[in-house]
């Protein structure tokens, strides 16, 4: 009695059962009197300051959100989405240039956001090289 088929057909259907994350792919917006939705690749950056989430997009409008950076961390695809902070989460296809800062941190600029100082804690610093290196 072999027992190899019966593990391949089990390897089989739980390679199936495995569920395959879903990430966010828009944003519903309320604009005064309407709602708009605002796809996840318009999205620059992220900023979170005061408990108030704002997206800021590649228009060069932002939008307010009632997400927490901790919820949206889990929403999003983290091969597009790095939290660079406590108040940033950035996208890497709308990252313009990154320097190395004081204290071995590295500040990171957004396409169309040049005055928004994004700064990478020397922590972080070799995950987010890691992560940009992909």
Not at 5 to 24: D, I
Not at 83 to 109: C, D, G, P, T
């Amino acid at each position: 009695m072999t027992t190899a088929p019966k593990l391949e057909q089990l390897l089989e259907y739980l390679g199936g059962a495995v569920p395959t994350p879903h990430y966010r792919e828009r944003f519903l917006v309320s604009r005064k009197d309407e709602y708009i939705t605002i796809e996840v690749q318009n999205v620059c950056f992220i900023h979170s300051q005061q408990n108030i989430t704002r997206l800021y997009l590649t228009d060069g409008t932002s939008a307010t959100i009632p997400y927490t950076l901790d919820q949206l961390e889990k929403e999003m695809n983290p091969a597009s989405f790095f939290r660079a902070n406590r108040q940033h989460m950035i996208q890497v296809r709308h990252i313009k240039k990154v320097s190395n800062w004081f204290n071995y941190k590295l500040k990171v600029e957004m396409n169309g956001y040049p005055q928004e100082e994004i700064l990478i804690s020397r922590e972080k610093a070799a995950t987010f090289k890691k992560w940009l290196d992909k």
